[in-house]
């Protein structure tokens, strides 16, 4: 299941600023920009800078500068979800005055033994959109679609999720709801990212055909975890990516999606490699896993 050959291809790379890239956002991006370039598609930067108080200082202009001396081109202008507050608004005051999302006040420990789906207390309460988060009513119905990787993947929204938040209660904007509008402006066709977001397509799945979007699609690759099971993160100190381990990194996580690389590649440049990766990609190789253990990757 390659990328479909079509000049209309558009993707993206969208990193949060809560931290360096390390060797996991290093597999995402690059599964992302080859699956673009190698059909000729378009490939786009986007900050996903939603969460202030979570944001690292200086984080921005590291990961840009990272993807720069890894070789990554992008087109067009790098797009901060910061910047876009308004059309987030916008579509949420439709959904409030529409009846399709309404005010929560549940607090943390009211929502504890629920095991993160969302029990409906505050569903018809009425209560005021100040000092609230606003979740979105969902249907009780099934979503399904058929990801490049990891097959039809299945989830019934009112049983396995509940009515998810898309502003918290801080007025900060939810992914799931800034994810959705970005991709459908910005025109993404191909969405191809790591498998912890799996999960949220069929949210997203969801908030598409009720604002009458378009639905790309969507390949989720394998997730690179730890011996204790977490995947790789800031938060698990996972080491930022070094200019001076550009090839070798480049190299390891061609091999990590499945590509067989050539001997020759080891004294390449960044940019050598990925062109030679442009050429080279076949999304059939990607593993068909959730998760693979850094320690077994060569």
């Known amino acids: 299941m390659t990328a479909c050959s079509t000049p209309a291809y558009t993707g993206r790379f969208a990193p949060t600023p809560s931290g360096h890239l390390h060797f996991g956002s290093l597999v995402a991006a690059l599964a992302s920009y080859l699956d673009a370039r190698s ?15 979570r944001e690292m200082p200086g984080a921005q202009a590291a990961i840009l500068d990272a993807l720069e001396r890894y070789g990554f081109e992008w087109d067009g202008e790098l797009v901060r979800q910061s910047d876009r507050h308004d059309a987030y608004a916008h579509v949420l005051d439709r959904l409030f005055s529409q009846g399709l999302a309404y005010a929560c006040t549940c607090s943390r420990k009211q929502l504890e033994g629920y095991n993160g789906i969302y029990p409906g207390f505050c569903r018809n309460a009425g209560h005021s959109i100040e000092n609230a ?35 918290r209660r801080d007025g900060l904007y939810a992914y799931q709801l800034a994810v959705v509008l ?25 908030m598409q055909e009720l604002l009458g979007l378009s639905q790309p699609r969507y390949l989720h690759v394998p997730l690179i975890v730890q ?5 790789l993160g800031k938060s698990y100190r996972s080491p930022p990516l070094t200019a001076d381990q550009a090839t070798p990194l480049l190299l390891r996580a061609l091999r990590t999606l499945g590509q067989k690389t050539d001997a020759g590649l080891e004294h ?31």
């Open 39 to 53: 059909v000729g598609g378009r490939w786009l930067l986007r900050m996903e800078d939603l969460d202030p108080p």
């Open 268 to 298: 390449a440049s960044p940019r050598e490699i990925l062109n030679w990766g442009i050429q080279h990609w076949n999304a059939d190789l990607i593993p068909r896993t959730l998760t693979l253990a850094e320690a077994q990757l060569r």
């Open 227 to 231: 011996p204790d099971g977490h995947k």
């Open 182 to 206: 970005d991709d459908a402006w910005q025109g993404v066709t191909d969405i191809v990212r790591g498998a912890d977001l799996l999960d949220s397509t069929p949210r997203q799945l969801y």
């Open 133 to 167: 988060a606003i979740r979105l009513r969902v249907p009780e119905l099934q979503y399904a679609f058929k990801d490049r990787v990891q097959e039809e993947f299945r989830q019934h929204l009112g049983r396995e999720v509940g009515d998810f938040v898309i502003r």
